[in-house]
């Protein structure tokens, strides 16, 4: 199916793309092909498939898995879904909203509990809370093939001293790699934005652990809070804590008092938000700072 037919079909069966729902439907074979290739699929693999729309990545998909779960909200979209890969054992539907279903839910509900990749073209609205909802879940990917907007996927990719928030809670979990960048012409309709292909591997060990992670994020989103402020002034300011204080402890991680958020790494991110200092923070404070 090309970009050129794929509209007028949707539109004569009155499914034309939602952009209330950052529908962008990417329908160029070559990158679809490359999107599954970068997934490195074993025979065995079991896909989730966030956002499938009319179908393309997951026709694509579906010769090289064992079994592919498809999440999708649109009440349009799902039907026609069910009806086109009726045919494919392999296929299964979730119609919900992939921001509500924990991934072991949409398994459990299609075959059971298992390993899994995560291969999407993502709304690009969701992309930072859907990546959230999935790393940080009971059960993450092995690996995620997705299609973000560039600009996020370099965001999501900096080093320093160019990272953000983002950067820091996905490279918390994982190792990004930018595999393809993608025209506006490769989508039905084209969005106003350049895409990229992103692929996101485990790491061996998340430089946060479970029982960490809402004090850690607590203490990264003040960070950024100010960015162009010197961290220890966002610190200070952001968790109410007196500047002295603060300071000290960036010097006791072995960081300059100049040094501003997007300056820091994962690890050094990992030795400040374990300093005892914050380990007093409120429970309120760390609940507001970290969701």
């Known amino acids: 199916m090309t970009t050129d037919s794929l509209l007028p079909l949707l539109r004569a069966e009155g499914l ?57 909200l649109d009440n349009a979209l799902a039907p026609r879904l069910a009806a086109h890969f009726r045919g494919w054992p392999q296929f299964h539907l979730v119609h919900a909203d ?73 490279q918390a979990y994982t190792r990004p790699q930018i595999v393809r960048r993608l025209p506006p012409g490769a989508f039905t309709p084209p969005p106003k934005v350049h895409s990229a292909v992103l692929r996101l591997d485990p790491l061996e060990q998340p430089w946060v652990g479970v029982e960490q992670r809402r004090l850690f994020f607590a203490v990264v989103r003040a960070g950024f809070a100010q960015k162009r402020k010197m961290l220890h002034n966002s610190l200070a300011a952001g968790l109410a804590l007196p500047d002295r204080a603060v300071a000290a402890a960036l010097a006791e991680a072995g960081l300059s008092p100049h040094v501003r958020a997007q300056e820091l790494d994962l690890a050094q991110w990992a030795t400040l938000a374990a300093h005892p200092l914050f380990g007093n923070l409120s429970e309120r404070a760390v609940r507001l700072l970290a969701d």
């Open 16 to 72: 034309a793309p939602r952009k209330a729902l950052g529908q962008h439907y990417l329908t160029d074979r070559n990158i679809l092909d490359a999107i599954v290739a970068a997934a490195e699929l074993p025979p065995e693999a079991v896909v989730i498939e966030v956002g499938p729309g009319p179908g393309t990545l997951t026709a694509a998909l579906l010769p090289h898995v064992a079994r592919l779960v498809a999440i999708e």
């Open 98 to 170: 992939a921001l509500k279903v924990m991934p072991t839910d949409a398994l459990a509900q299609t075959g059971g509990v298992t390993a899994y990749s995560l291969v999407a073209n993502l709304p690009y609205y969701i992309t930072s809370a859907l990546l959230r909802h999935y790393l940080e879940s009971d059960l993450p990917p092995r690996r995620s093939v997705v299609t973000v907007q560039l600009d996020v996927a370099q965001r999501i990719a900096a080093r320093p001293p160019q990272m953000s928030l983002l950067a820091v809670a996905v």
